[in-house]
């Protein structure tokens, strides 16, 4: 994958994946960015629950033609253990496997993780779904752009941009990438 000057990340679940029935829970409004990571049900059922989505309506098509332009990362809150079926789903419905970054353990919380990966790598922006990790991640980089959902639709804010499909980005994306 060529490189292409800073990269743009995009978050799994929620932008590039469906959610199970299509359900995307949970406003992220009395998250606390100090809290400490859980080991719930959900991260010990984690390969199971990840297993039979399909893809976003256009984000094949939307990721491939940032693939074009951009150097493309998906940072996801996913845990390590589930690397090798989110490495099949791509290949699968992407035909790819971008650099993928998941989340290590349970001990960070999914914002914490997404907020520390992109420090680390910089991006020109990211593409989220979660409006706790959008508006921390936004006071941090150019631009985030936040898939709208039912439940992130409260949130407004300065570098925040609300897309419902990956390619009304790209206008902002390439005058941030020419400016």
Avoid at 66 to 84: D, I, K, N, S, W
Avoid at 127 to 136: G, I
Avoid at 148 to 161: A, K, T, V, Y
């Amino acid at each position: 994958m060529p490189s292409r000057g800073q990269p743009v990340t995009f978050d799994l679940d929620g932008v590039l994946c469906r959610p199970p029935f299509g359900i995307n829970p949970g406003k992220g409004k009395a998250k606390r960015r100090d809290a400490p990571g859980k080991k719930n049900l959900l991260w010990l059922t984690e390969r199971s629950r990840y297993a039979f989505r399909r893809p976003m309506p256009g984000a094949r098509e939307g990721f491939a033609a940032a693939m074009e332009r951009f150097e493309c990362h998906v940072v996801t809150a996913r845990g390590e253990h589930a690397r090798a079926l989110t490495e099949r789903w791509f290949r699968r419905y992407f035909g790819i496997v971008p650099p993928l970054h998941l989340r290590p353990h349970w001990r960070e919380t999914s914002a914490q993780f997404k907020v520390r990966k992109l420090r680390e790598l910089q991006p020109l922006a990211h593409f989220e779904d979660d409006p706790h990790t959008a508006r921390w991640l936004a006071e941090m980089l150019p631009a985030v752009f936040l898939v709208d959902w039912g439940r992130n639709r409260w949130l407004e804010g300065d570098r925040i941009h609300r897309i419902r499909n990956l390619s009304e980005a790209f206008p902002i994306l390439e005058d941030l990438a020419d400016a």
